[in-house]
């Protein structure tokens, strides 16, 4: 006698994958978010005033 081999994984098996693998990625990207906030990006030290008046005055 063979044992009927049940090829479609159950509910509950499949909704538990989904679960984790869920959560896995949710993990990955708030450890993202905490890593790229240590970066200490150039910002710009000077502030441009771009004065504008004579080309609205040509309009």
Known sequence: MQ???NRQPSLGNSLIKIFFKLLLLI????????LIEK?????P???YDID?????KKL
Do not use: D
Not at 27 to 34: K, N, T
Not at 52 to 56: A, K, R
């Open 3 to 5: 044992l009927k081999y």
């Open 39 to 43: 970066i200490n990006f150039p910002s």
């Open 27 to 34: 993990v990955i990207f708030i450890v993202a978010i905490f």
């Open 52 to 56: 504008i008046t004579n080309e609205i």
């Open 45 to 47: 030290n000077k502030k």
